[in-house]
């Protein structure tokens, strides 16, 4: 069976009377007990309203936040729990998985309270099944199972990126470091015509190219790698030609605290630090995503939560949102800032999982897809 073939909601057979547990991927931000962005919960109601609608009795289980293995009143379940509730009446939702440290441990003392009573699993936490804990990879050794509406889709939209996408196919990459996602830039490289790279990570190749970088985050033990890289595949490396920079004294996040923006070419000046792509690359870049039949986007170009380093960003999500190719944005950080610009319901596909969905274009599989394969009606 193939990555992609999954056990779907109607190999499970008849639901009505069959109690399942699903896990779903209710990690949202909460602020003063308060759900303020309700998209992952919203995600999983086709799935939810299809076992409801056959009479099935849900339990849905997720975590939140990282409460390192023991009940945090900062992590409680209860402000989904409420929402849940208006969204999907009837559903129960378990406490926070995380509050056990049997969950991260997969424990299989922890997986069995977990199904104990459960006649059937289902799977619809994409954006957590890059992880082999308790709830993604043991109940599929114990219940029928099946990935969730959620879930099937994810997978059918990415696994395409990685083995056939239409051509040509540009990523775009940004973020922190280089070393975080350089597994997954080899793995884009075998088959993307183009990948253009932003965010803190360019600076460790714009080094490696030679030019300056100032006080900008490089990763010095990347720098031979990134030369490597573009001395092999330059031909398809896009780099920013310009860099908007924050002079000394300046601080991230408190324009008060001084510290002159200026835009520099592709050298950052002693003492300045480089925080987005300039207007030149932004135009470069938003070229080469109008010219693709299929684009994938993970990571933005800048520090966009700061307005004064927010536009390299907010031109890629706009011309994400213009083109006229298959888009897909790999969650995370690029999704927030799609919702920040108002722009998400102008992607073909928004991942729910930013991790996740970098891994499964990385390896084509993941611990949740491979535990579903082997469940018992698989």
């Not at 099937?152 to 990685?162: F, K, M, S, Y």
């Not at 897909?328 to 102008?346: E, K, N, P, T, W």
């Not at 991790?355 to 390896?363: F, K, M, R």
Request: with cysteine.
């Amino acid at each position: 069976m193939s990555p992609g073939s999954l056990p779907t909601l109607e190999d499970l057979g008849d639901v009505e009377g069959r109690r399942v547990l699903l896990r779903a991927d209710f990690n949202v931000p909460i602020r003063d007990g308060v759900v303020v962005d309700d998209f992952r919960i919203r995600a999983a109601l086709p799935t939810i309203e299809w076992l409801t609608e056959r009479g099935a009795r849900v339990t849905a289980c997720s975590h939140l936040g990282r409460p390192k293995g023991k009940p945090d009143p900062r992590y409680s379940i209860e402000p989904v729990r409420r929402v849940l509730a208006e969204l999907a009446p009837g559903v129960e939702l378990l406490e926070n998985l995380r509050f056990d440290p049997g969950e991260e441990a997969n424990d299989p003392t922890f997986v069995a309270k977990l199904v104990e009573g459960q006649d059937l699993y289902v799977n619809d936490a994409f954006g957590a099944s890059h992880r082999a804990h308790a709830s993604i990879v043991g109940p599929p050794r114990l219940l029928p199972s099946a990935a969730g509406r959620l879930l099937q889709r994810e997978v059918d939209v990415l696994l395409p990126l990685r083995t056939d996408p239409e051509h040509p196919f540009v990523c775009i990459l940004g973020g922190a470091k280089v070393s975080d996602k350089l597994a997954v830039i080899g793995a884009l490289l075998r088959v993307a015509d183009s990948l253009i790279i932003g965010g803190g990570m360019c600076f460790t190749f714009l080094k490696a190219q030679g030019h300056t970088v100032g006080d900008s985050l490089v990763e010095a033990d990347m720098v031979d790698t990134c030369r490597e890289l573009l001395e092999r595949e330059g031909d398809k490396l896009h780099l920013p030609i310009d860099i908007t920079a924050l002079g000394p004294g300046g601080e991230v996040g408190n324009p008060d605290a001084g510290g002159e923006v200026r835009q520099v070419g592709a050298d950052v000046p002693d003492g300045w630090k480089g925080l987005d792509i300039g207007p030149g690359s932004a135009a470069e870049f938003a070229d080469v995503i109008q010219a693709a039949r299929t684009v994938f986007w993970n990571g933005p170009m800048g520090v966009f939560e700061d307005p004064r380093f927010e536009a390299g960003t907010k031109a890629i999500a706009g011309a994400m949102a213009d083109a006229p190719g298959f888009t897909v944005v790999g969650g995370g950080d690029s999704a927030a800032a799609l919702d920040q610009f108002g722009l998400a319901a102008a992607i073909d596909h928004v991942s729910t999982g930013g991790g996740a969905s970098l891994e499964l274009l990385e390896l084509g599989d993941l611990p949740g897809l491979e535990a579903l394969r082997g469940a018992p009606n698989a």
